[in-house]
């Protein structure tokens, strides 16, 4: 599976952004897509994922409330619509994908189950 993601772009507090990440591949029914950011300096972080197959989807402590994930399957995107975005938000937003070989029971937030990435976009948000 191959990723890219767009949608990032400097917006005020407050505002909103939503990103999408393009999905390409013939396993698509097979992966977890999740939305990870890295700040300057620090880890890469989990935001939220969803299942292709069967949509199931998370998002973390630290955005729930403000953030959703969602799939489109006509056009192969996974979307992360984001409100009421803080400088804290300020990162850049990667999406990845579980391999296909790989089966999980409870869709996983931790980077390890992630291999396949996309190459990140921009988020900035100004106080």
């Known amino acids: 599976v191959q990723l890219q993601a767009s949608g990032g772009g400097l917006v005020q507090s407050g505002g909103s952004l939503r990103l999408s990440c393009v999905l390409s591949g013939r396993t698509l029914n097979s992966h977890i897509i999740g939305w990870f950011r890295q700040a300057p300096g620090k880890e890469r972080k989990f935001v939220g994922n969803i299942d292709w197959l069967s949509s199931r989807n998370t998002v973390g402590d630290s955005v729930e409330g403000r953030f959703t994930i969602s799939k489109d399957r006509s056009e192969n995107t996974v979307y992360l619509q984001m409100n009421n975005l803080q400088p804290e938000d300020t990162a850049i937003y990667y999406c990845?994908?579980?391999?296909?070989?790989?089966?999980?029971?409870?869709?996983?937030?931790?980077?390890?189950?992630?291999?396949?990435w996309g190459q990140g976009t921009q988020v900035t948000v100004s106080s």
């Open positions: 990845g994908a579980t391999r296909e070989d790989e089966y999980y029971a409870i869709i996983p937030a931790y980077l390890s189950a992630y291999y396949y």
